[in-house]
């Protein structure tokens, strides 16, 4: 099973909440492709963390929050399902 498309649009979709990464679903990648999808995921965390919001714009402040929560929490997902199965990172 491949990443369809781009990883970083992958990626993207991650951290806008239209994609959950699971252990069941990684099953299914080799290991080039996890350790492609998490280079993707920390160049988009990067790229979001660099977005200037105004502080006074509540609604952009919780959305970018929300997107970097999702990065991080797949991010987690897929480190742990690597140690796990013994994939070096």
Known sequence: ???SGNPKKFAQAVSEG???????MLKGHTP?????LLSNLEM????????????EDVDAVKQKN???TRLSQA???LRSFCKK?????
């Not at 239209?18 to 069941?24: D, K, Q, T």
């Not at 988009?44 to 502080?55: K, T």
């Open 66 to 68: 929300y997107r970097m």
């Open 18 to 24: 239209f994609v959950r990464l699971s252990p069941p």
């Open 85 to 89: 199965m013994r994939i070096p990172l």
């Open 32 to 36: 080039g492709q996890l350790k492609t």
């Open 1 to 3: 099973m491949t990443i």
């Open 44 to 55: 988009v965390q990067r790229e979001l963390r660099q977005l200037q919001v105004a502080l």
């Open 75 to 77: 991010e987690l997902v």
